[in-house]
């Protein structure tokens, strides 16, 4: 096996290292392949293609978005890297090797739902913990890990409480949390604010990449929100529905950290332009293959 | 000008009926009296109440027995429905096969097979138990297997990346998001155990010291003991609702925190 010079600790314990808090990512930008989708097709049972000859790297560090038309299967590629559901033809690899790695030291993930999917008879505390029980992790520092991840998402208060005892965006932040805990290599998120309103949107946006810096995490991103996507990520990669497919892959050089500057800046409606006429094709296409 | 008593929730909540059934009872002895009605063919609330005191001993002892085969049946149908349950979850063949026999269990009137238990279980108790059982396991293994299906399929996928056993499966997802469903099942299972209870004694007209209610509103029309009657059809109605109202406390214990049923929203 070969083992590629590690471009900083395998794990970064969540906000206990300041140096490396806030350096710029760029030099990771070349690491090794985190999760590698090769030629990938997704059939369902009931004869659906999702997925037609999908190829996608993620790269150590990098902050990458799937954005496409409802349909593109999307969701689907990111269940498939997340390990759920088998391939109908190509593979995909984590770390170079198979899903067995995962899990290990160095090689974990963790997965955000479009809900914040929290257990609603437990308190926030227990659903954190959820993963750690799940691993059987039973380390004397494992009280410490759930106060640091709630303290990362400011629900350090809110431990005690029940889910739906919280608002939407709190609840969602419970579930980052409850990703943080396991101290994740990477980070899959399907829709993860969708469902919220833009001002908490733009807040955890903002909470997110503050967390992809500090944790040196590698996140693959799904959104139907272009500004979204433009604003968080490295590489914006566009699919296209029926076939679900991969037409676009724009890279989004800004530099980080990004905030409300970037928001208002031209560079950022060049590139929300960009992706929009990439959607706009992507969309067509689908229509196309329907009639 | 409102009344401080008159805004509290509670309060309504319990003088509201209490007033309705006290207008009914004074309804009812006034046409009773009014009309002369003879006492074996509708006694007023104060013949039915003198009888509920002289015959409490004969009363309360039939009660007993009456309890006694309705809980027991409680009890094994929420032991065994739970089991069935459990089983059918673990597999779709295992639910497929056996859930039509339930039904099948459920539909037969037990008026139709009482007395087929009475023949085949030899201690009385024990049949009345059995003919219980038969109705009162139904809801419990209807409603859980339903809600040890109702998972969170986000969460069942979450269990699933970390390559989660069965067992843990069912323990930490699988029985909680089942506890609702569950709770919901026992509401409905006393009253059917009780009405099980009821309807097999009729039919094994059990007497002595075996006697529960319904022997005793049986003996009672024989002899035109018509107090004493509806005495006992009180009982068991009370009985129906005192149990009922402890389903409901229980599952609001367990699930206040949780569960949208045992909420109070303010509006």
């Known amino acids: 096996m070969t083992h590629v010079k590690a471009i900083r600790p395998e794990v970064v314990v969540a906000g206990q290292d300041p140096d490396t808090a806030g350096t710029p990512q760029s030099s990771s930008r070349a690491g090794r392949p985190i999760v590698d989708v090769h030629g990938v097709d997704k059939v369902y049972n009931n004869g659906t293609v999702a997925l037609k000859d999908v190829e996608l790297t993620v790269k150590e560090g990098e902050f990458v978005s799937l954005l496409g038309p409802s349909g593109c299967g999307k969701s689907t590629l990111l269940r498939l890297m997340a390990g759920l559901g088998d391939v109908t033809r190509g593979e995909v690899k984590w770390w170079e090797q198979g899903y067995d790695v995962v899990g290990q030291k160095g090689r974990k993930l963790a997965f955000v739902f479009q809900n914040a999917t929290l257990m609603p008879w437990a308190r926030v505390r227990k659903n954190v913990r959820l993963p750690l029980d799940l691993n059987r992790e039973k380390g004397p520092d494992t009280e410490q890990r759930i106060d640091q991840a709630l303290d990362m998402v400011g629900l350090n208060k809110f431990g005690d409480a029940y889910p739906r005892e919280l608002s939407g965006g709190m609840q969602m932040r419970v579930s980052i949390a409850r990703a943080m805990v396991t101290e994740p290599n990477l980070l899959l998120m399907d829709e993860p604010f969708g469902a919220l309103d833009e001002m908490t949107r733009n807040k955890l946006n903002d909470d997110l990449l503050r967390l992809w810096k500090a944790n040196g995490w590698t996140v693959v991103f799904v959104t139907h929100s272009v500004y979204e996507a433009v604003y968080l990520s490295n590489r914006v990669v566009v699919m296209a529905a029926r076939p679900g497919r991969v037409i676009e892959d724009v890279p989004i050089e800004a530099p980080y950290p990004r905030g409300q500057e970037f928001r208002v800046s031209t560079e950022f409606a060049g590139y929300c332009r960009r992706v929009s006429e990439a959607l706009e094709v992507a969309s067509r296409q689908g229509e196309e293959a329907d009639s | 000008m409102k009344s401080p008593l008159l805004e509290n929730e509670r309060f309504v909540q319990i003088a509201a009926p209490l007033f309705v059934g006290v207008v009914f009872l004074l309804l009812w002895e006034a046409v009773v009296r009014a009309t002369g009605t003879p006492v074996y063919i509708l006694p007023g609330p104060v013949d039915i109440g003198k009888a509920f005191v002289e015959d409490w001993g004969v009363l309360f002892h039939s009660l007993l027995m009456t309890l006694k085969v309705t809980l027991m049946a409680f009890a094994i149908s929420v032991v065994l429905g739970t089991a069935a349950s459990l089983l059918f979850v673990q597999s779709r063949w295992i639910e497929v096969s056996l859930f039509p026999y339930a039904v099948l269990m459920q539909v037969t009137p037990i008026v139709a097979i009482a007395p087929l238990i009475i023949i085949w279980v030899d201690d009385t108790t024990w049949a009345l138990t059995v003919c219980a059982v038969i109705i009162a396991i139904f809801p419990i293994i209807s409603n859980t297997t339903l809600g040890l299906r109702s998972v969170d399929p986000n969460l069942l996928s979450m269990f699933r990346m970390y390559r989660t056993g069965r067992l843990q499966q069912l323990i930490r997802l699988r029985i909680p998001s089942a506890l609702p469903y569950f709770f919901g099942g026992m509401r409905i299972s006393t009253g ?74 303010e509006q």
């Open chain 2, 192 to 265: 059917l155990a009780l009405i099980g209870a009821v309807v097999a004694e009729f039919v094994a007209g059990t007497g002595g010291t075996q006697a529960g209610l319904a022997y005793l509103i049986l003996q009672s029309g024989y002899n035109l003991d018509i107090p004493r009657m509806f005495a006992a059809l009180g009982l068991i109605t009370l009985t129906g609702i005192t149990l009922f109202a402890l389903m409901v406390w229980l599952s609001d214990r367990v699930l206040r925190n949780w569960h949208e049923s045992a909420l109070k929203v």
